[in-house]
Nanobody, 121 residues
Framework: QLQASGGGLVQAGGSLRLSCTAS????????MGWFRQAPGKEREFVAS????????SYADSAKGRFTISRDNAKNTMYLQMNSLKPEDTAVYYC????????????????WGQGTQVTVSS
């Protein structure tokens, strides 16, 4: 139900924009978020956005560099990633939470498939 895209290979300092499109309007009343998982590490929170886009939150590692947004009319969420670092290399997953305000690992109802982001030094 969630399709993520936009990943790729980029040099350190570069930018990427990830998109996540829902197949139906199941997410318009729910918070959505981006999570990532690097090889050998656990999946971690990156950014979250409330159902109406009014509330956003970020992991410390993403603050000041990443921006999450959503367009409910298009059933799409975005993650603009700037000033990318090699440590941002991971598979990025989009997800829909059960609640309306903030997406958390424990509250996810639906996961999208991942999109690989690789940042070279």
């Amino acid at each position: 139900q969630l399709q993520a895209s936009g990943g790729g290979l980029v040099q350190a300092g570069g930018s990427l924009r990830l998109s996540c499109t829902a197949s139906r309007r199941t997410s318009s009343n729910n918070a959505m978020g981006w999570f990532r998982q690097a090889p050998g590490k656990e999946r971690e929170f990156v950014a979250s956005i409330s159902w109406n886009g009014g509330t956003t939150s970020y992991a410390d590692s993403a603050k000041g560099r990443f921006t999450i947004s959503r367009d409910n009319a298009k059933n799409t969420m975005y993650l603009q990633m700037n000033s990318l670092k090699p440590e941002d290399t991971a598979v990025y997953y989009c997800a829909t939470d059960r609640g309306p305000v903030r997406a958390t690992l424990s509250g996810i109802a639906y996961w999208g498939q991942g999109t690989q982001v690789t940042v070279s030094s």
